[in-house]
């Protein structure tokens, strides 16, 4: 049997597909496997590179695979897409995802370890969670708005809504108080799930030196820490800091024609949740530092805030804090607050 090189997998629930490739790219085997057969086929292979989309299974694959000695890349669908050639069947998948594997410029998704994995999963968790938090209180407030009762926003505001609930809603039908009552269960169970969550990210993050370090950054909290951490693995694969807040989708659409340059507005790929944790450190960061408070005020900042409008500056400050915490955990270090900007002297200013 000839040498292979390369083995495109195709991920599924039950039934999985193999591609294997010699050298030159040529076709070896085709094969379908269940999911019992999966972890057998593979420790019989000799070491070679194992290729798969990043989709619903694929780290623990990947794991399972790398520890038969397999050299196991995880591409991004949109590096697959291109190969792929009708009719698009699993087989025709599985090729695309072996001839995309051994291509130079490649982008790859780094393999989780389950730890990392967990973090990211209770992540993502509080995040559901949270919006359907939010939801439940849209429907409670849209619900007795229409027999006139309205509340302020924010906490307090819903604790009343709560309270007129659980007070029976005098002079409502029984029905209305019923109905609501269970939607107010719901929404206490949803506070004690969030937290229960917070508590075991918490747990999880406390040991973890690079944590520690990113949380000494102003406008860097526990959340936006254990996130790049979990989410972001060796951010050495960057070649530097802009490369990586490219990936996070804070930098700015190029276009380029002949002489032509077009700067657009930013591009907003990748990690969606990671990105708007950054931008809510960046606007709680802008909002003390005009204070004078989260390391006193920052110069350029308010220079910026005269010339471009405050969202501007606020993903500005974003990809600034993305740029710093690439820095920590890539070159090592702490953090260093930026100097105070010292007054210059009554008689000078006055001057």
């Known amino acids: 049997m000839e040498k292979i090189t390369v083995i495109g997998l195709d991920l599924a629930k039950s039934v999985f597909q193999a591609h294997g490739a010699n050298a030159a790219g040529a076709r070896v085997f085709s094969r379908r496997l269940s999911r019992t057969q999966l972890a057998a086929f593979f420790a019989k292979q000799p070491p070679c590179i194992v290729a798969m989309e990043a989709c619903g ?33 699993d087989a025709s998948d599985a090729a695309a995802i072996a001839e995309a594997a051994v291509r130079p410029a490649l982008r790859t ?8 994995q967990a973090l990211c999963s209770a992540h ?51 029905t209305l108080a019923g109905a609501l009552l269970a939607l107010v269960e719901a929404m206490d169970a949803g ?33 936006s820490a254990s996130a790049l951490v979990a989410f972001g693995g060796d951010l050495a694969r960057f070649k530097s800091s802009r490369a990586f807040v490219s990936w996070l989708g804070l930098a700015p ?8 340059v077009r700067i657009g507005s930013i591009t907003k790929k ?15 960061l802008l909002h003390w530092s005009s204070l004078g408070k989260a390391g006193g005020r920052r110069p350029w900042l308010e220079d910026m805030l005269k010339r471009r409008p405050k969202p501007v500056v606020i993903v ?24 105070a900007a010292v007054a210059p002297p009554r008689e000078a200013a006055a001057a």
């Open 57 to 89: 299974g694929a780290h623990h694959w990947g794991r399972l695979i790398a520890g038969f000695g397999h050299e196991v890349r995880m591409l991004p669908a949109a590096e697959v897409t291109p190969f792929v050639r009708e009719p698009k069947t």
């Open 109 to 116: 998704v780094p393999l989780k370890t389950p730890e990392a």
């Open 124 to 174: 993502a968790l509080r995040d559901r969670l949270i919006a359907m938090r939010t939801m439940q209180i849209n429907m409670l407030r849209s619900h007795l708005s229409e027999y006139g009762m309205v509340a302020a926003t924010g906490r307090e505001g819903q604790a009343e809504l709560k309270e007129l609930v659980r007070t029976g809603l005098a002079g409502q039908p029984a």
């Open 191 to 223: 506070e004690a799930a969030i937290a229960a969550v917070d508590y075991e990210i918490a747990a999880a993050a406390k040991p973890m030196e690079a944590v520690a370090r990113l949380r000494e950054v102003d406008g860097i909290g526990l959340l």
């Open 253 to 260: 659409k190029v276009e380029k024609s002949a002489n032509t």
């Open 270 to 284: 990748g990690n969606e949740y990671l990105r708007r944790l950054l931008v809510h450190g960046a606007r709680s």
């Open 316 to 339: 500005a400050l974003a990809a600034k804090l993305a740029r710093i915490a690439w820095v920590i955990l890539v070159r090592g270090g702490r953090y260093r607050p930026p100097a």
